[in-house]
Nanobody, 116 residues
Framework: QVQLVESGGGLVQPGGSLSLSCEVGASAISGYNMAWYRQAPGKERELVAGIMFNGKTNYPGFAQGRFTISRDNAKTMVYLQMTNLQIEDTPVYYC??????????WGQGTQVTVIA
């Protein structure tokens, strides 16, 4: 069973930056599209950034220009660089497969808190 371990969250002021990491407990991720998601209490999980197996990336409007997703297949790691963070960027962040029929079991996520 694949385990996902997210890390790097923390407390930051508006306008600040954070870098998140996701360790994928799989022998290889090179064939998978991967993504970062986030979920606020009482809300549905939403896509933050996706990266295809070929490296092509996609972002929803709120993340475009502020967030950058990357991957290191050799280390089975997925990263999310976030800049110009705003209060609405506060939810718990998760990584998992992207555009997949079935997801791996979700990890614990990493909490990002943006507070003035």
């Amino acid at each position: 069973q694949v385990q996902l371990v997210e890390s790097g969250g923390g407390l930051v002021q508006p306008g600040g930056s954070l870098s998140l990491s996701c360790e994928v407990g799989a022998s290889a991720i090179s064939g998978y599209n991967m993504a970062w998601y986030r979920q606020a209490p009482g809300k549905e999980r939403e896509l933050v950034a996706g990266i295809m197996f070929n490296g092509k990336t996609n972002y929803p409007g709120f993340a475009q220009g502020r967030f950058t997703i990357s991957r290191d297949n050799a280390k089975t790691m997925v990263y999310l660089q976030m800049t110009n963070l705003q209060i609405e960027d506060t939810p718990v962040y998760y990584c998992n497969k992207h555009l997949a029929a079935a997801q791996w079991p979700w990890g614990q996520g990493t909490q990002v808190t943006v507070i003035a």
